[in-house]
């Protein structure tokens, strides 16, 4: 019957249950609820149209039920999302901060200095973290979003920029001093922004090409005065990183997706 | 008579696994089983009934098995487990204990 193929297709597609096999065994089960339910209404005398409303009827709203095999399977559901987000991040963050060490690499070369002790430098360390920052900041964000119903990312970003004031007041407080990478973080909820809301691609080759490096060379001409080839380097490593990070807000969700659906099908929970 | 769907709730738990203490059963037999016994004064709904037996079984209460009826029909019977055996007597004794002492502040003057 159509109509019951239907409901229960809505009930196991909306149940954001994690694991597939799982969702396959609720669709057995309703189907065999249904086959009982049909040939006892048949057995009874009842017209098939009838009994196809007497099973809606009886189902009810497919999205409550839906609800609460969502809320059964919520914690599973978590873990694999913080697994997925846990692996985006490493990923995501190792390949923007192989490109940052490779462009720094490539820069020391042509300028004739120690290839070793630029990469090694504290400053080297300074970008990884706000590298890994910027990647956690923007899956964040886009994580965040799904469980507002409007305004989802202003809504997204202002939670996470409670959860790193609470996190600097926490540091303050504590007198820990810890090098919290704000600039990262700042950087991830920025180019989640240009995803979402700056679509002509004119606009965001201006961003990458333009805005992102003059915003990295005006701080560091505030902490410094710097030299014609010093500034010419860092706008081309602040150029590649935002080229970067231009291509990480491309393959972010594609690769959530891929680790998602890989983690369901794999899920051990089930 | 409609029973507040509030009423109900805390006690899905208590009734599914009082009616698999009898014996195993399948969901569609359950509904049926609730129906029978409360001389159809609640029904639960799938909705209901299926997310509940799912949120046992997660908890250990009680455990579920496929098998095929003798007209072919592939069916999922739940069982008890110890767990939700001792879980079942415990979630009765509460609840004689519960429905005494509201009854008591009823029909108190």
């Given at each position: ?33 249904i086959e009982d339910f049909v040939a006892a209404a048949r057995a009874a005398g009842h017209e098939q149209n ?191 990183l935002g080229m970067g990070y231009q291509l990480m807000t491309h393959l972010a969700a594609r690769l959530d ?14 | ?26 969901g569609y037999e359950l509904l049926q089983e609730v129906s029978r016994r409360s001389a159809n004064s609640f ?67």
């Open positions: 019957m159509r109509s019951t193929d239907e409901l229960v297709d809505r009930i196991v597609s909306s149940s954001k249950i994690p694991a597939r096999r799982r969702r396959q065994e609720i669709r057995r089960e309703l189907c065999a609820h009838e009994i196809e409303k007497r099973v809606l009827a009886s189902f009810g709203d497919p999205e409550q039920i839906a609800r609460g095999f969502a809320w059964v399977y919520r914690y599973q559901r978590r873990r694999l999302r913080a697994i997925a987000f846990t692996l985006s991040t490493v990923l995501l963050a190792s390949c923007l901060l192989a490109l940052a060490l490779a462009t720094q690499a490539g820069l020391a070369f042509s300028l004739g200095r120690p290839v070793m002790k630029v990469i090694a430098s504290p400053h080297m360390a300074i970008e990884a973290l706000d590298i890994v920052a910027s990647v956690a900041a923007y899956l964040a964000v886009a994580s965040l979003e799904n469980i507002f119903a409007s305004h989802r990312f202003l809504k997204a970003a202002l939670t996470l920029a409670v959860i790193l004031a609470t996190l600097v007041a926490i540091d303050a407080a504590a007198g820990l001093h810890m090098a919290l990478p704000l600039f990262g973080f700042a950087t991830g909820i920025f180019f989640r922004a240009v995803k979402l809301f700056v679509t002509p691609t004119v606009a965001r080759v201006a961003i990458v090409v333009v805005c992102f490096p003059l915003i990295g060379l005006g701080l560091a001409l505030l902490r410094a005065p710097l030299s014609l080839p010093a500034l010419t380097s860092m706008y081309a490593s602040w150029l590649v997706a891929a680790l998602m659906s890989g983690l369901e099908r794999i899920h051990a929970g089930y | 008579m409609d029973i507040d769907s509030q009423f109900l709730k805390g006690s899905i738990g208590l009734l599914l696994l009082n009616l698999l203490s009898r014996k195993e059963m399948y029904e639960f709904k799938e909705g209901t009934l299926y997310p509940a037996l799912h949120q046992l079984e997660r908890k250990g209460q009680i455990k579920s098995e496929w098998r095929r009826a003798e007209n072919g029909r592939e069916r999922k019977y739940y069982a008890l487990t110890t767990n939700g055996r001792s879980a079942a007597a415990k979630y009765e004794k509460q609840w004689h204990h519960l429905t005494g002492a509201i009854a008591a502040i009823l029909e108190s003057k």
